[in-house]
């Protein structure tokens, strides 16, 4: 079983920063990509960023030059620091990873259960 558990979401006012963290846990073989969603009230699920294996990261241009996506693979962590953050920014965040539990598995998508983060003043 493989569990993703994020923390760090809350309220903030328009300019500061929060940083999330989603560690992944229980039988896991390999990590490949990892990487972090949102959902707006009433809004479709949308990319953040994500993080390859390789280093690779892919940024929304919303939030280009404001967050920064980093992994801690001994840690099966991944984060996301959100500086200058904006009331559009408002959402629940969502941690995904593909994971292989285990040697002889294919790579599974997983989902996190959501952080909020508020920015309101």
């Known amino acids: 079983q493989v569990q993703l558990v994020e923390s760090g979401g809350g309220l903030v006012q328009p300019g500061g920063s929060l940083r999330l963290s989603c560690a992944a846990s229980?039988?896991?073989?390999?990590?490949?990509?990892m990487g972090w969603y949102r959902q707006a009230p009433g809004k479709q699920r949308e990319l953040v960023a994500t993080?390859?294996?390789?280093?690779?990261?892919n940024y929304a241009d919303s939030v280009k030059d404001r967050f920064t996506i980093s992994r801690d693979n001994a840690k099966n962590t991944v984060y996301l620091q959100m500086n200058s953050l904006k009331p559009e920014d408002t959402a629940v965040y969502y941690c995904?990873?593909?994971?292989?539990?285990?040697?002889?598995?294919?790579?599974?998508?997983?989902w996190g259960q959501g952080t909020q983060v508020t920015v309101s003043s």
């Open positions: 993080s390859t294996n390789g280093g690779s990261t």
């Open positions: 995904d990873a593909h994971i292989r539990p285990t040697i002889l598995s294919v790579p599974y998508h997983y």
């Open positions: 229980g039988s896991i073989f390999s990590i490949n990509a």
